[in-house]
């Protein structure tokens, strides 16, 4: 079910073979390196490499538009607003030496090309990743089992909400409800509460007997807990997995030496 | 019966759960925009973790948040962005420190609803700081302090702040109305 809400795009491409483990390690060494790259030359090979592996997940254009407009909104925005702060506000000279100054371009570029970076790699991985494997992905890369067990029930649980955030707002409407509120943003808020307190209430009023109903069938009296889904390692994985690792060295290497 | 602590079934569920609402939420509020809601209550979904931080734990208003902020941005559009998780995850971990100096006996009185309220300002200030001075100090996508306070924090903190101490009160006093009476559903 959480699989048509969940943003997974089925595929065939190196990227959807790859393990999940692999493919969380080199998000979490992409962010590593983004945070630790300190200036432009550095950013670039980053941005480089996470578009060559959006490239090779092969995603298709129909698919991922909303994505883009988003990101493309978000970088545009954003680098206008770097552009002019750094150039009007930090600059020296005259506007037109102000506006063109190599300083105020790079420090313009650099941070949207991270935040780029960024999103392209997060992506890639939640189009890739089936929803059902994130659970047993952590679960086996030594993370507790009760943490993944988190992610799993959560993932459950959204399509379940969502649908019954639909049913009590036509269930409220039918009641005469209407969402309205005018120009006043206090009324407008407080019109939302008919329709958020039942849906939370009845949510949190239900934990007890979701917890109950596990414990009642053994959940969290063994110390150790299996996967049904066993992850394997290919080539590929311990190729990705090689390349973030040295990344990861090599950005903390630079990072530590510029201190130093 | 679960134990009381962290990890106890319990709080585990109550995470998952958390989790789920504020994704689902926030995701209802993109797809579906209610007429007359748009734009100014932007995000009314920050009560969600606010209420579960309270009422649960700070462990589990963090984990709602944060997990809930990852989900509903990889529904919504595909990605996420660590640190406005983390920011996110604040926004549910500080009202439950009311777990610490607040009695049980009272978070449901008005002295409760008052320093609920509080803390969901103070949640917001922090929770969205963190987010918006961590892109400023990494480089993720904007380069001067002042772009991360106009543009970022004071959007953002100020919408969740107010957004947080009204709803959140009221999802606490709701909670209070309907465990009323039940055993153990504190």
């Given at each position: 079910m959480s699989t048509r809400f969940i943003r997974y795009i089925e595929g065939e491409s190196v990227i959807h073979r790859l393990d999940p483990r692999s493919k969380l390690t080199f998000v979490f060494f992409m962010v590593l390196c983004l945070t630790l790259a300190y200036k432009l030359l550095l950013v670039i090979p980053l941005f480089a490499i996470s578009v060559i592996y959006y490239a090779m997940a092969k995603l298709p254009w129909n698919k991922t538009k909303n994505t883009w407009k988003f990101i493309l909104i978000i970088v545009l925005v954003l680098s206008l607003l770097n552009y002019f702060t750094v150039a009007l506000v930090y600059g020296q000279g005259s506007l037109l030496e102000k506006l063109t100054s190599p300083r105020a371009i790079a420090s313009a570029i650099t941070p949207v090309l991270k935040l780029l970076s960024l999103a392209l790699v997060t992506a890639t991985l939640v189009f890739t990743?089936?929803?059902?494997l994130y659970a047993p992905a952590l679960g086996q890369m030594g993370f507790p089992y009760k943490a993944a067990y988190v992610i799993q029930l959560a993932l459950r649980y959204v399509p379940e909400f969502t649908a019954e955030l639909g049913r009590t707002l036509e269930a409220q409407m039918a009641r005469g409800f209407r969402p309205r509120g005018g120009k006043n943003p206090l009324a407008r808020l407080l019109a939302i509460v008919p329709l958020v307190v039942p849906v939370t209430i009845s949510a949190s009023l239900s934990i007890y007997d979701i917890a109950d109903a596990m414990e009642l069938r053994g959940?969290?009296?063994?110390r150790c807990h299996t996967w049904y889904r066993e992850l394997r390692l290919s080539r590929g994985d311990k190729l990705l997995l090689a390349v973030s690792y040295s990344l990861g060295l090599l950005y903390v290497a630079l990072f530590l030496s510029k201190l130093a | 019966m679960s134990k009381k602590g962290v990890f106890s079934t319990s709080s585990l569920v109550a995470m998952a759960v958390g989790t789920a609402l504020y994704a689902a939420f926030n995701v209802f509020f993109n797809i579906l925009q209610l007429p007359g809601t748009?734009?100014?209550?932007?995000?009314?979904?920050?009560a969600i973790p606010m209420f579960f931080g309270y009422v649960f734990g700070p462990v589990v208003g963090f984990v709602s948040g944060f997990l809930g902020n990852i989900i509903s941005d990889a529904i919504s559009w595909g990605g996420f962005w660590w640190n406005w998780d983390v920011g996110n995850g604040l926004l549910g971990l500080i009202p439950g420190l009311a777990y610490y100096f607040i009695p049980r006996d009272s978070i449901f009185k008005r002295r409760g609803y008052i320093a609920c309220a509080v803390l969901a300002v103070v949640a917001a200030v922090v929770g969205m700081g963190f987010a918006a001075y961590t892109d400023y100090i990494f480089g993720y996508g904007i380069s001067t302090i002042e772009e991360a306070t106009y543009a970022l924090f004071l959007p953002a903190a100020i919408t969740d702040a107010v957004n947080g101490a009204i709803l959140t009160p009221i999802l606490v006093a709701a909670y209070a109305a309907a465990v009323k009476g039940r055993a153990r559903r504190l």
């Open positions: 990743t089936p929803p059902n959940f969290g009296e063994e | 748009q734009l100014v209550s932007l995000r009314p979904s920050v």
